[in-house]
């Protein structure tokens, strides 16, 4: 078990280790077993993040010409669908260098934009040159001159992959191995901007020059359900909106159109592009401001600050008639805010809505929401 810890949020939490890290130790022990006949008790590697680890090496197999064994994934206190999963490698003897390639578990790609070519292992850059480095280093100790070939397989991989967003983003049949550190940290923000990240770059691979952002289920429940929108082009990114912007703009989509809970959208009334409760609140300082504007006396302002959420905000603005107003306020903020996170020909637009009755609809929205949409009507 991997003794490296964290603080997040007051909190001391344990790191693990990432599918890559384990491909690469259960590479190493697999080749030391094939090359000495006898399978070592655990490997050491040392990840790109510069921790080096102590992997325990289970299940050893050997047959004529080949050797196999496996590494068990450890999250650390990272809620991780893999944690505890066994990834195994398979090393043969081949004339010269040493090939990689994916088995029983591990998807494979069908879309291009991802991190490997299509029809390719999905086996990522990172733990490919972890897997290559470790077996030539094994070799180089066991003075073994020749080539080395290895098989990844994760016999869980493919009921997993399900629970993924593996499928949507064109890896089938299995998970990927991935880990661009080696370390897997606790609740990594960075790890969820790299998903989106990930299925932007596979929609803008595919030729998309339009995309949808939902922040979470609720945006894309509404965003199918309620305005009937296809959902093919369409990318969670959840509190990260800021960073689900950028990384769209750098991908070189043309036409941005965001669908989200006002519970998530007023926060972009003050300037905040991640909308995690974490990094901020302002959604009753940013009401009570557009209140102000729109003629709402004192009573009303310290009504709405002590409220708990955007829905009883409402209800309050609603009981003096300016609702209408406040929502056409909060809207010119949002789109600025929106409008300031993309250059000069990049279009932008949102829908904002409540699930509340009896406002339940859209509450308001971008002036070109309507002709923003017509793309994902079609």
């Known amino acids: 078990m991997l003794r490296h810890y964290i603080t997040k949020g007051g909190k001391t939490m344990r790191c693990g280790y990432t599918t890559g890290s384990c491909a690469a130790g259960a590479a190493m022990g697999a080749t030391r077993f094939l090359l000495t006949g006898e399978a070592p008790e655990t490997v050491a590697l040392d990840t790109p993040k510069g921790i080096r680890l102590a992997l325990e090496i289970l299940n050893p197999e050997a047959g004529e010409g080949w050797a196999k064994c496996a590494v068990q994934k450890d999250s650390g206190d990272d809620p991780d669908i893999t944690n505890g999963i066994l990834i195994y490698a398979t090393a043969e003897k081949i004339a010269d260098g040493v090939e990689i390639d994916g088995g029983e578990g591990v998807g494979r790609v ?12 999905a086996i990522n850059s990172t733990p490919r040159r972890m897997i290559d480095e470790g077996v030539r280093a094994v070799c180089a100790e066991c003075g073994y001159p020749g080539g080395i070939k290895i098989t990844i397989s994760i016999p869980d991989g493919k009921a997993l992959a399900n629970k993924t967003f593996n499928p949507r983003i064109g890896i089938v049949g299995g998970i990927s191995v991935i880990g661009t550190t080696g370390i897997v940290e606790p609740m990594s923000n960075a790890a969820l901007v790299d998903t989106i990240k990930l299925e932007l770059s596979v929609l803008s691979a595919g030729g998309a020059k339009g995309v949808l952002l939902c922040p979470g289920n609720y945006g894309e429940t509404f965003a199918k359900e309620t305005l009937g929108l296809n959902m093919t082009r369409q990318v969670s990114v959840s509190n990260f909106i800021g960073d689900g912007i950028e990384a769209a703009v750098s991908y070189g989509f043309e036409r941005i159109l965001l669908v989200g809970h006002i519970g998530k959208l007023v926060k972009l009334g003050i300037g905040l592009h991640n909308t995690h409760s974490a990094y901020g609140d302002g959604r009753m300082e940013t009401l009570i401001a557009c209140a102000l504007e729109c003629g709402g006396d004192v009573e009303l302002l310290r009504e ?20 209408s107003p406040v929502m056409s306020v909060l809207g010119r903020r949002i789109q600025a805010c929106l409008e300031r996170k993309v250059p000069v020909g990049t279009e932008i637009g949102f829908i904002c809505f409540t699930n509340a009755e009896p406002w339940k609809g859209v509450l308001m929205q971008s002036e070109n929401a309507d002709r923003l949409a017509e793309e994902w009507k079609a």
């Open 304 to 323: 709405i600050l002590n409220c708990v959420t955007t829905d009883a905000a409402l209800e309050a603005i609603d009981k003096r008639g300016l609702l």
């Open 110 to 121: 069908t879309k291009e934009g991802l991190d490997q070519p299509v029809g390719a292992a």
